[in-house]
């Protein structure tokens, strides 16, 4: 169905070039973010690297959010709850749905990660 008679930006090669840099730079922004040395430490077996990412994960200042763990538990109104509530429908509304979808084509401890996250998501995980 053709929405409109006017030209659009979907098939323009300026718009996808400004898009390809600011994809780009920021892949480099967020690159530079990461610790000097951290990757070189990673493993190379599978699953080595899968403990080492989730060990990595949980030790990463954000892990534990004081928003979360402080603020949320011991300090929130009704207020502060309905915002929390309303902003996190907002955008977990359908991340179960992509992470179903995710799972299409993959296999073994990938597949069983992401069924895992989805299993957490359906109010399911710890």
Do not use: C
């Amino acid at each position: 169905t053709k929405l409109t008679d006017q030209e659009t930006a979907e098939g323009s090669v300026v718009v996808h070039e400004l898009g390809r840099q600011l994809e780009a730079a920021t892949a480099e922004a967020q690159d530079r973010l990461i610790e000097p040395g951290l990757l070189e430490e990673a493993p190379t077996e599978p699953r080595a690297y899968l403990s080492w990412l989730k060990k990595t994960a949980r030790e990463h200042r954000v892990y534990k959010h004081p928003y979360y763990h402080e603020f949320i538990r011991n300090q929130a109104d009704e207020s502060d709850l309905r915002n929390y509530v309303m902003q996190e429908s907002v955008v977990d509304g359908r991340f179960d749905d992509l992470l179903a979808m995710m799972q299409v084509g993959t296999a073994g401890a990938a597949k069983m990660e992401i069924a895992s996250n989805f299993w957490d998501e359906m109010g399911n995980g710890d």
